[in-house]
Structure formats: C-alpha cells, structure tokens
C-alpha cells in the first residue's frame, strides 16, 4: 500500500451519507492506498454501522442552522478538498453542498445507475436539474464520435435479500437507537417500521400478484392492441421530489390518465406498472381504477402490479414517464418516450419533445444518431460498473469510482457542461385530493 502523502496532491475526502452498502468504505479504503485521507461525518446510528473504520466523526446537534456552521467549520479545519454523497437534494446534504460551493469544495455524487442493473452513476455535482451531462445533441454525437459501444453484458448480480438485510441493517438501529443521535430528522416520507409493515404484506401476496400480472401481459401481447406505458415511481424519490413539476404522484397519475382519456386514440390502452419496490402504504391501484371508471375508460387502462417490463416495453407505442429509469430502457429499444418532470435524458432527437396530447397521437422514437451517441458518452463520463449489494459488485463500484475520483475525471470525457443545462420544473398549483 501506498504511504500516506503529505504534498499538494494529497487530498481530503469528507463522505456524508450514502447508500445502505459498504461501498463507500471500500471507496475510503482505495482513496486512502492511493495518499489521500478519507473523513466521515455520521448523523445517525445507520450511517455509524456502515462506517467501520477511522476517520468518522458523529454529529449529534439539529439540523437547518446548527448543521450549517458546524459543517462550515468542519470543512475548513479539516481541510477538506471533496465531498463525495449520495442524494444531493437531501436537506443536510443541500447544506453541505451550499458550504463545500462557498470554500471551492469539489462534490461528488454516487447513485444507483442509469444503466441497469450493473451500472453506478457517477457525476460531479449532482443528477437530473443538477447534472451537468450536456442536452445538446450535437454536442453529445460530437463528444461520442470516437467512444466505443459499451460492454453491455451483465457482469455483477445482487439479490433482493441482500438489498433487504442492508436496509434492515441501516433502518432498524436508527429506530430503536435514535436517543444516540437524538435531534437527526429523516429525509424519507414514510417511518422504517411502516415501510417494513408495508412491505411484509406485499410479500406475503406475492405469488398471486405475479400470476395476475403475468396473465395481464401475456393478455396485452397476445391481442396486438396498442398500448403506452406509464411507470410509477417511488413516492419518497427525489427525482419525484425535486426534479419534478409535481408535490405527489397522484398528479402526474391524474395529469396522464386524464389527457390519455381526452386525446389518445380509442383503441389504445394504458398499462399504469407499479414500481418493483413500491412499500404498498399508497393503494395506487384503487386511485388508478378509480380515475379511470370515472373519466369513462376503466376498461383501457390496466394496472400492472409485476411482470415482464422489456417484454412490454418491445411492443409499447410509447412510455411516459416523470424521469424513471425505464426511460432509459425504453430509448435503448427505440421507443418513444414523453418525459413530464427533469431527466438528463429528455434531449431533442432522443425523447419526444412534443406535449402530451400530441404524444398520443404520434409518439416520435429516438433518432439513432442521438440515441447511439447518448449511450456512448453516458456510460464512459457518468457510469461505471458495479452495485451496492454484493462483494463483487461493490468492490469493482468502489475500484472504479476512487480512480475516477483520484484521477479528477468525474464527467469525462465530454459528459460536462457548466452551468448545469437543466432546470428544477416549477411545482405545479394543485394538490390531489
């Protein structure tokens, strides 16, 4: 191993809050083989647990002003030269990043990848309004013009379970320690234990859900109907949160299925899937169903609770969607995709960029000139290999992201533009009854 350096190009890692996995420590651990020092500030028990080595520190005090100036100070006595998190647009996070912009601080985001499912997403800054991947399609086809076609294969798998164990592992002592981090407030929607809550009921009817869902889409490609796709999103996701027009789902649900009723041709369907790790505490079924017998067209839309979604996705007209990442599956295949909220990847020539009601009528596909050199330049400046749950997964996430990080190549090649070419949509007035 490397020894420590103490010249300028020694450097000072402050890592916050990442995702329930060891990466970020092995990320640490290979930062600090190549010379550099590797901090950590823990805001609650879960953050302590995945953080078993030097060099953390735990911050016990309120949020808002009293995390502002202690990590202002921080950054400055440590001398911090980067700050590497996962969800930027978490509220202690937004101040850290605040402070770490002031002091010329570099920040790195870590998140799970675009390109699924062993992929990672790596960008300076941020994701979706805060990303800084360029939206100019020529820019893009001349970044890309001499980048290879990705290696597409699959190389890591993790599993449910262990997503599930790690998750347990973070949660459950935030729940029943929180007296050691007394005033730390969650930035998640729903309480751990109502989430578990949630969660033991949809597995305990999961065998009849999947038949219902694999009977639903043998049914729709067997009849050659026409048919959009809209993919709900989690309800606690910040892509739905920050980087979208809408405070709540049920928006974006009303806003589709009611200009779906209005202006898409009455021989189309709408296949309304709910997203695979979707808690169960919001019966969106019963929303869906209920807005769509109430706008007359209860028997064209159907609600997908599980099955093939590349098999529906090959024969879909068109997905619309807030920003999921099954836009991203939808373009690789060609098809037509409406973006409603911020998505690095609703660019001219890739996603439709029509309004909804002409959508409808005439989804436009991608343009393969676009569409290939997107995916080039994605994968080589914002996306490396790996995963959260694994060994093998994290250890080639964690080896990949410390070179990029030590070698300062966050969005490169040709994958950044300053400032950021996105907008956060305005929220919309209404709320949902």
């Known amino acids: 191993m490397m020894g420590m350096q103490t010249g300028p190009e020694r450097r000072v890692f402050l890592f916050l809050q990442g995702p329930s996995s060891p990466i970020f420590a092995k990320i640490a651990d290979r930062l600090e083989a190549k010379g550099h020092l590797c901090l950590r500030i823990n805001l609650n028990p879960g953050d302590q647990i995945f953080w078993r080595r030097k060099g953390g520190y735990h911050y016990r005090g309120r949020g808002g002003q009293d995390w502002r100036i202690y990590i202002a100070a921080f950054l400055v006595q440590h001398g911090v030269t980067d700050l590497v998190l996962l969800g930027e647009e978490r509220p202690y996070h937004l101040i850290a990043i605040e402070a ?23 960008e300076r800054d941020g994701m979706s309004s805060n990303s800084h991947f360029p939206n100019d399609p020529q820019a893009i086809i001349d970044a890309a013009r001499t980048l290879p076609e990705p290696d597409w294969a699959r190389r890591y798998t993790q599993s449910f379970a262990a997503e599930a164990a790690y998750d347990l592992l973070y949660n459950l002592p935030n729940v029943f320690l929180w007296f050691l981090f007394p005033h730390y407030r969650r930035h998640a929607l ?14 305990a009817g999961g065998k009849k859900r999947t038949l219902a869902a694999t009977a639903l889409v043998d049914t ?40 779906f009723a209005a202006h898409a041709p009455e021989t189309a369907s709408l296949i309304v899937k709910i997203h695979p790790l979707d808690n169960g505490l919001i019966d969106w079924r019963a929303y869906v169903e209920a807005l769509a017998t109430k706008l007359g067209i209860g028997s064209r839309v159907k609600f997908l609770d599980g099955g093939d979604l590349n098999a529906l996705l090959m024969k879909t007209s068109g997905v619309v969607t807030i920003n999921s990442t099954v836009g991203f599956h939808a373009l690789q295949l060609g098809k037509p995709v ?8 609703d660019i001219a020539g890739l996603s439709d960029q029509s309004d909804l009601e002409q959508f409808w009528k005439a989804p436009a596909g991608p343009q393969d000139a676009v569409r ?51 907008r956060k949509p305005a929220k919309i007035n209404r709320r949902p009854h």
């Open 100 to 122: 770490a912009n002031h002091h010329g601080i570099a920040v790195a985001v870590v998140e799970m990848g675009y390109l699924r499912p062993d992929w990672l997403t790596l």
């Open 220 to 259: 729709l490609l067997s009849s050659g109907t026409a048919f959009f796709v809209f993919p709900l999103q989690l309800q606690t996701d910040f892509q739905l949160r920050a980087h979208s027009p809408y405070h709540d789902q049920r928006e974006a649900i009303t806003e589709v299925i009611t200009s």
């Open 372 to 422: 290939s050199a997107f995916f080039r330049l994605l994968a080589a400046a914002i996306q490396v290999r790996g995963n959260f749950y694994s060994a093998t997964g994290t250890d080639a996430g964690a080896d990949a992201i410390a070179n990029r990080l030590h070698d300062r190549s966050l969005n490169q090649p040709g994958g950044f533009t300053d400032p950021p070419p996105r």
């Open 338 to 345: 409406k973006v409603l909220g911020t998505a690095v990847f």
């Open 190 to 203: 729903f309480h751990p234990l109502a989430e578990y809550a949630g969660w033991v009921l949809r597995l």
